[in-house]
Nanobody, 123 residues
Framework: QVQLVESGGGRVQAGGSLTLSCAISGRISSSYAVAWFRQAPGEGRDFVAAVIWGVGSSYYATSVKGRFTISRDNSKNTVDLHMSMLKPEDTAIYSC????????????????WGQGTQVTVSS
């Protein structure tokens, strides 16, 4: 069984930076994808970024490309999301998720989820 726990959320001013971390327990293979999704109030859950656990290939939503960086640390079993140049529209609950057999961008493809962490960007 895979368990995910997010940390690092908080409040930041527009233009600032924040790093989220997803701690992974349980066994995941090299073919797993670990992703970050976000859900703003009244909105659906949107794909933000993902990384393939084995090779480290990364994928980004257009809205965050160039501002967010996803990375994984195989020795610590963590996946970080470094967010810079934050905008008020980045305000959301950010959740990490994991699935086997490669990356996906739809929430329904992911079997394992963390509880989420709130990110608030003030203008």
């Amino acid at each position: 069984q895979v368990q995910l726990v997010e940390s690092g959320g908080g409040r930041v001013q527009a233009g600032g930076s924040l790093t989220l971390s997803c701690a992974i327990s349980g066994r995941i293979s090299s073919s797993y994808a670990v992703a970050w999704f976000r859900q703003a109030p009244g909105e659906g859950r949107d794909f933000v970024a993902a990384v393939i656990w084995g090779v480290g290939s990364s994928y980004y939503a257009t809205s965050v490309k160039g501002r967010f960086t996803i990375s994984r640390d195989n020795s610590k079993n963590t996946v970080d999301l470094h967010m810079s140049m934050l905008k008020p529209e980045d305000t959301a609950i950010y959740s990490c998720a994991a699935k086997d057999y490669g990356v996906g961008t739809m929430p329904g493809e992911y079997q394992y989820w963390g509880q989420g962490t709130q990110v608030t960007v003030s203008s």
